[in-house]
Structure formats: C-alpha cells, structure tokens
C-alpha cells in the first residue's frame, strides 16, 4: 500500500481524533446500548437503533484513521526549501480579481479549505507543485479557469 503523506499536525490532529473516539465515544456509545436494551422490545426501540447507528459510524470511523496513521508518512515541512511541494504554505494572487489568498499543500486527510489546508489532488495544488516564486499558473476549476500568479513559498 501507499504512504499516506501528513504534516506532523495533520497526524496529531488524526491521531488525537482516534484517541477519543476509542476512550469517549465508544464507552459512551456502549452504555447507551445496555441502556436502551433495558428498555424492552429492541424492534421498536429508536433510542437503540440509534445508539447502533451511531457505534457502526464509530467504529467505521475507527478502522479508517488506524488504517491512515498506520500508513502514515509524517514530513516535516520546515526541514524542506525550493519550489512548491507538499507541506508548501504558498502565498498566491488571483491574476483576475487581485485577490490574495495562502494555502498550505496538505494530504487529502488533513485537507481543509476553510482553514487554508490545500489538498495536494486538488486541481490548484497539482499546477503550484514545481513553480517557483514569480510564476503564473492556469488552473481549470468548476467555476471556469483561473490565473494565479505565486507570491511566497514558505516551509514552516
């Protein structure tokens, strides 16, 4: 299987994420349970249909981030430099609008657009990987293309 690329962040994130759904959640999701079978008939029980729909989330949940940390490959992006590649915080401006934005290339894990965590699959990402300070790039988007030109690269 493939590595699985996270920034030690990303990792902790996960792997605290993993933590409290096995020491919280999942106690609590089990007392549930016992607590809604003491109720009585279980096919017409919502509180415990429930309680199980909520454990095989857990649980589903749980075998996901201990197959991600398990192949997890932490890369410390301060110990990289040169053009952009994964854990890059990249400072851009749209050619268009002059707006100007900063996302950090993340793995698709840890990825958060809202907060500026840029997907490494995304279309933007794979056209900054490469680029140098100065350069344009042209990325295809749903909205239509769009041009960036690359401010900063920073590896913090």
Excluded: C
Excluded at 59 to 74: M, N, P, Q, T, Y
């Amino acid at each position: 299987m493939d590595k699985i690329p996270l920034t030690r962040a990303g990792f902790d994130k996960l792997d605290a994420e993993l933590k409290h759904l096995k020491t919280v959640e999942r106690p609590a999701i089990i007392r549930a349970i016992a607590e809604a079978r003491e109720h009585g008939d279980l096919s017409e029980n919502a509180e415990y249909h429930s309680a199980k729909e909520k454990q095989s989330f857990i649980e589903g949940r749980v075998k996901e981030l201990e197959g991600v940390i398990s192949l997890a490959d932490v890369i410390d992006p301060t110990k990289l430099s040169g053009t952009i590649k994964f854990g890059a915080t990249v400072g851009l401006v749209d050619e268009d609008t002059d707006e100007e934005k900063t996302y950090q290339i993340v793995g698709e894990y840890e990825a958060d657009i809202e907060s500026g965590k840029l997907n490494m699959k995304s279309p933007l990402s794979r056209a900054l990987i490469g680029k140098d300070v100065g350069d344009s790039v042209e990325v295809r988007t749903p909205g239509g293309t769009r041009s960036y030109e690359i401010l900063s690269i920073h590896y913090k």
